[in-house]
């Protein structure tokens, strides 16, 4: 596994994942992403967060090779990350849960999994898996290779999905678009939520004022729903349905489906690619009054976000999203094409 050939690598400086990190699903350790500036100020550089120090302008993307020490320091943080996932999914996926003690051990026994007797065989199992998944996709694109917030994207997928190999190309399918996420100089993060602010600012200019106020028009209280795709903040099958329309929309453009053929399927709205990003807004517009009235500063509006998990209805959350795109749709369109 040398590098000599290899693609320069984004964010092949790993150590900020040496601290205590967790899957999306994670009901052990603490929280993985860190998704804004600690209180000291102190952060390492892959973390990705702190928005003055983040900038494309001042941050280098390293030059050097991918190598054998970067995949030692991924291997390790897979398996942290993979061992911290919680059963959440095993509601919903029963085959994978009633796994033989003897089948889980020898999975993990393969993929040199450490510290999981703790674990009941179905969380062993299901570890494993993400384990073997996470590394074989950190070789197919070096470029990323792994960063926390991948297990979450993949364990809705390996917990429906039964069959590694087929996990594996629906993940590599799922982070064509998602990896822009995971890229050490943030572009794709950066890009998204400049779209997030402008749907709240067009929507809502006085809840986007009051955010101007607080110095956080830039969105980056939402950092961690678009860089993980709302996991943290849905239940498994919340984030399934979510994920689902959102994929429905994607492929009804790829398709080519107009917006008056897309009407007549589903009346109003016309698919779009950031349907997500729709959704982020809707979650923040929810709350307007409460932001406007009772939140003076960007850590508190910071732990609103970050409290919303559990408490979201997703049909709600997705009717809220569809009228947004009715109502910005067109003037968003217009913007990007002035940019």
């Known amino acids: 596994m040398e590098g000599d050939d290899a ?30 500036p600690s209180d000291d100020g102190q952060e390492d550089n892959n973390s990705k967060t702190p928005k003055e120090n983040s900038s494309p302008s001042l941050m280098k993307v390293p030059s050097k090779l991918w190598t054998n020490e970067d995949f030692a320091t991924w291997q390790r943080i897979i398996r942290l990350d993979a061992v911290r996932a919680n059963g959440e999914w095993m509601p919903y996926s029963p085959s994978q849960a009633v796994v033989p003690d003897c089948r889980a051990h020898r999975s993990a026994e393969a993929v040199g999994l450490k510290d999981y007797g703790h674990l009941d065989a179905s969380r062993i199992f299901h570890a494993a898996r993400l384990v073997a998944i996470l590394e074989a996709y950190a070789l197919y694109d070096p470029e990323i290779g792994y960063c926390q917030g991948m297990s979450d994207l993949l364990s809705p997928i390996v917990s429906v999905i039964p069959e590694d190999h087929e996990a594996f190309w629906c993940f590599v399918g799922f982070m064509r678009k998602a990896r822009q996420n995971f890229r050490l100089d943030e572009v794709g993060i950066r890009r998204q939520l400049d779209i997030v602010a402008k749907i709240i ?5 006085h809840l986007f004022r009051h955010l101007q106020k607080l110095q956080a028009e830039d969105c980056f209280f939402v950092y961690r729903m678009v860089v993980v795709l709302f996991r943290r903040e849905l239940t498994f099958e919340q984030t399934l349905c979510l994920w689902e329309v959102m994929w429905a929309d994607q492929a009804a453009i790829r398709a080519g489906i107009g917006k008056s053929a897309w009407s007549r399927i589903r009346q109003r709205a016309p698919p779009t690619d950031d349907l997500l990003l729709y959704a982020i807004a809707a979650s923040v517009l929810q709350r307007r009054k409460l932001i406007i009235e009772k939140y003076s500063s960007m850590d508190e ?17 997705l009717d809220d999203a569809h009228n947004l795109v009715v109502t910005l749709h067109d003037k968003m369109k217009i913007e990007a094409s002035l940019r």
């Open 7 to 36: 693609p320069n690598v984004s964010n092949a400086d790993t150590s900020v994942l040496d601290t205590d990190s967790t899957d999306s699903d994670s009901s052990e350790g603490p929280e993985i992403i860190q998704s804004f």
């Open 201 to 205: 600012k067009f929507k809502d200019g």
């Open 301 to 317: 509006i910071i732990k609103e976000c970050n409290g919303m998990a559990g408490h979201l209805d997703v049909w709600k959350l």
